[in-house]
């Protein structure tokens, strides 16, 4: 959670990122739908389900499965992955790209 809150000289507890930023993800959420083209998907692609998060795996697989090029793997962290586990969201992406890819050893 340190790299999504922040304690506040008071006590309380405020995101990182401003609070624009946040308004600007629910209030263009809904006209976005990622889902309706996936199996139109035509380059490789990793879709990451949060194993502690909101949806369901079955419901991520289902996603995986009407596509040639997606591949599913679930990780063991809560839903916001790039704020919650970045290191382990980012291991996930370096081990998918493999050998050469930015970052890796």
């Known amino acids: 959670l340190r790299y999504a809150f922040a304690e506040l000289p008071d006590g309380r507890i405020d995101l990182k990122y401003p609070g624009e930023v ?18 139109s998907l035509r380059v490789p692609g990793l879709l990451l389900h949060a194993g502690r998060g909101n949806f369901p795996l079955p419901f991520i697989e289902k996603f995986c499965a ?3 090029t997606l591949e ?5 962290a809560g839903h916001l992955l790039p704020m919650v586990a970045p290191d382990l969201l980012a291991d996930a992406l370096l081990a998918w790209l493999g050998p050469g890819s930015p970052g890796s050893a």
């Open 66 to 68: 009407e596509s040639d």
């Open 22 to 39: 946040e308004a600007t993800v629910y209030e263009t959420g809904g006209g976005f739908d990622p889902w309706r083209e996936i199996a």
């Open 72 to 76: 599913c793997r679930s990780l063991d």
